[in-house]
């Protein structure tokens, strides 16, 4: 059939916008906007009560319902032309009655527009113009009075029942999104007043951030953190506004829907069976790549590389294609067992439907469950890039390997990570947090042995990482940095603090978003290295410093292409495209600062060098040398000096930092 349209999903963040959440990325919550905006039950922001928009037949057949329930034969119409507002309105009255209305209900008692009426100019007042009392079997006089009523009081009405022996009682009805009992005047129920990127849905205050200013941390007291203006959140589905349900775990949104589905009434079902169906479904697909614990008010910038990659896999997996060739970097990292299990179902699915996946894994249950094997190597960088095995995975597991794969010895169980004989036992301090309850975490008490190797582990989504950095990093960095000033966040206390000296924080995230970023300028290696090349002797003939060293300087940089070694093409609606710049050929700097050279390379070919290769070319400086040994150790090697920072995967992100 040829070669199949290929889709690469990736482990890297989605978007850094502050704006952008899972529900955005996963465009569920522009379906829970559309459904709020068709189905939503609208409320009052001021009083809490119903606010119901109905035309002039809607309300006539309400107040006839009421009538026939009471077995009331007349009904009173009242327009509410003066609510809560202070004046001696004499002239109102007159014109009223001018108009042939002979009552008014003022500050609740029923009083004759015939007689001189006298109000206190300075007091509040509410005024009821006695539009008619109307036998409810005369329909036709009934529907002039409403008609008259709301054009009166701007589309609000009462409809009085005192007929007969119950007792009375009154009901406020409105023709448009005004509350009758404060005059609140509502918005237009339509999806962008559900947006919080929209100027027509926003808090006002933060401007649908959820916090004050661009990077802080600070909850909006406006909104509290809700993004939306008070009217949005005043819309309810199911008796629970968008701004509570979003902060759920999609586990129990999905519930949620789903029971909502269930009883929806048939009209309901006509309007928005479709849109529900859509939240359900895409819902379903989150829960089957193991997401169920987050939420969609999560900004896509928390998310890790796994769970970025994941939420893509869950929308490919809604969009139903087949013939595809489907390519995925380590999708189970930083799933728990059960939850490698369910994204490997996932997996099977698509290719059930015809598809072709690629998965580069390093887990054990990914790869025996493949049905192709591919295994390349033998060893990192330069010892590797060659197909070591490969065939159907079945066969290359029943049959005798002899050495040739590492990965399949280790699958086979001739290779085994040797657990340790003797673990350290020795009583050392501790470090005790009391009270920790950021997001899911409830009032945990925690002991952590210093001077050890910790392990936490639960299942995904249990608060293993908000334990971690959300409690015990941001505010035992905060401690040392601000000693007996800081007030604590999401914990009740912290003990054994002053036993720790500094907290670092080692994570996936890129060492750097720029291609000039490089493991010899993130850990300081390169440094020295430049002012190795500026103490040799063609250096200083020529008076080079440090600087002429450096592709981010002018003076020993290519200034074509600013030290980057490439030029950036901009394709407008496509992808940017990086050229290799025509004038250094790549290698970042002018022709003088290459000339000078050491063991026959220059500073570009260094930063072509290995980490292995460098360890040896700089033996016997061990400024340098120890830095790089530091990187062998954690299994960079192969890794060269220069290597752009954006080419690097999360694990080896991680372990530059751990080496730094």
């Known amino acids: ?57 809607e309300i006539t057949d309400i107040i006839s319902n009421k009538a026939r329930e009471r077995k009331d034969k007349f009904v009173t119409i009242l327009a509410p032309v003066v609510r809560g507002r202070k004046g001696e309105y004499y002239q109102l009255l007159y014109d009223y009655l001018s108009l042939g209305y002979s009552q008014a209900r003022i500050d609740g008692k029923m009083l004759s527009l015939h007689e001189k009426v006298k109000l206190s100019r300075y007091k509040k007042h509410d005024i009821d113009i006695m539009v008619d009392k109307v036998l409810i079997s005369d329909q036709s006089r009934l529907f002039e009075a409403v008609e008259n009523a709301l054009d009166y009081a701007q589309g609000v009405l009462i409809a009085l029942f005192n007929d007969g022996s119950k007792k009375a009682e009154e009901t406020l009805l409105s023709s448009n999104w005004t509350c009758p009992n404060d005059n609140f005047s509502f918005p237009e129920v339509e999806p962008r007043l559900f947006s919080f990127n929209s100027p027509h849905g ?17 909850e909006c007291q406006a909104c509290k953190g809700q993004r939306l203006r008070p009217e949005a959140l005043s819309v309810k589905v199911n008796k629970k506004d968008i701004g509570e349900i979003v902060t759920w775990p999609i586990d129990k949104l999905h519930d949620f829907f789903q029971n ?7 009209k309901h079902r006509a309007i928005a069976e479709p849109v529900v169906i859509e939240i359900i479904s895409r819902l379903e697909f989150l829960l089957k790549v193991g997401l169920n614990y987050l939420t969609l008010d999560r900004r896509a910038h928390t998310l890790s590389g796994g769970e970025a990659q994941r939420i893509r896999l869950s929308s490919q997996i809604g969009s139903h294609l087949s013939r595809t060739l489907y390519v995925l970097d380590e999708p189970t990292i930083g799933l728990h067992e059960r939850d490698t299990a369910r994204l490997i179902q996932t997996l099977k699915s698509l290719r059930d439907k015809g598809n072709t996946v690629v998965v580069v894994e390093h887990d054990e249950q990914t790869i025996i469950e493949s049905d192709y ?6 060893l990192a960088g330069v010892h590797g890039g060659e197909i070591v095995i490969d065939g159907p995975t079945d066969k290359i597991l029943d049959t005798k390997n002899n050495g040739k794969s590492l990965t399949v010895d280790y699958l086979v169980g001739d290779k085994r990570i040797a657990i340790p004989k003797r673990r350290r036992e020795k009583t050392t301090e501790k470090l005790k947090l009391i009270g920790a309850r950021a997001n899911n975490l409830k009032n945990l008490q925690v002991e952590i042995p210093l001077r050890k190797l910790v392990g936490i582990t639960g299942v995904s989504g249990s608060g293993k990482s908000t334990l971690l950095y959300d409690v015990l990093y941001k505010n035992l960095s905060a401690i040392k940095a601000r000693p007996g000033k800081y007030t604590l966040q999401d914990v009740t206390r912290i003990e054994g603090n002053e036993y720790v000296a500094k907290v670092v924080v080692i994570d996936q995230s890129p060492i750097g978003r720029t291609p000039r970023s490089n493991p010899a300028t993130y850990t ?60 250094c050929h790549g290698k970042r700097y002018n022709r003088e600062t290459l000339q000078v050279k050491h063991k026959g390379k220059n500073i570009a070919d260094v930063l072509k060098l290995t980490i292995d290769e460098a360890v040896k070319y700089f033996e016997g400086n061990y400024r340098i040398t120890d830095k790089l040994k530091v990187l062998q150790e954690v299994g960079l090697g192969y890794l060269e000096l220069g290597q752009s920072a954006t080419t690097l995967s999360g694990g080896e992100a991680q372990r530059i930092k751990l080496a730094r």
């Open 1 to 57: 059939i040829g070669l199949a349209p290929s889709i690469s999903i990736a482990q890297k963040s989605l978007s850094h916008n502050p704006r952008s959440t899972v529900g955005t990325l996963t465009e569920i919550y522009d379906y829970l906007r559309v459904l709020y905006a068709r189905l939503g039950e609208v409320f009052c922001p001021v009083c809490g009560d119903k606010i119901q928009k109905l035309t002039v037949d």
């Open 202 to 218: 926003a808090c006002e205050t933060c401007h649908g951030l959820g916090l004050v200013g661009w990077e802080k941390d600070e």
């Open 260 to 266: 909502y589905f269930d009883k929806m009434p048939q």
């Open 373 to 378: 094997l591919v295994d390349l190597g033998p």
């Open 524 to 583: 300081g290696i390169f440094t020295p290295i430049r002012e190795f090349f500026a103490m040799l002797p063609e250096s200083r003939e020529r008076a080079y410093t440090l600087s002429r060293f450096s592709f981010n300087r002018p003076g020993g940089r290519c200034e074509s292409c600013d030290g980057a070694g490439y030029k950036l093409i901009e394709m407008h609606f496509l992808p940017a495209v990086y050229v290799e710049c025509d004038v």
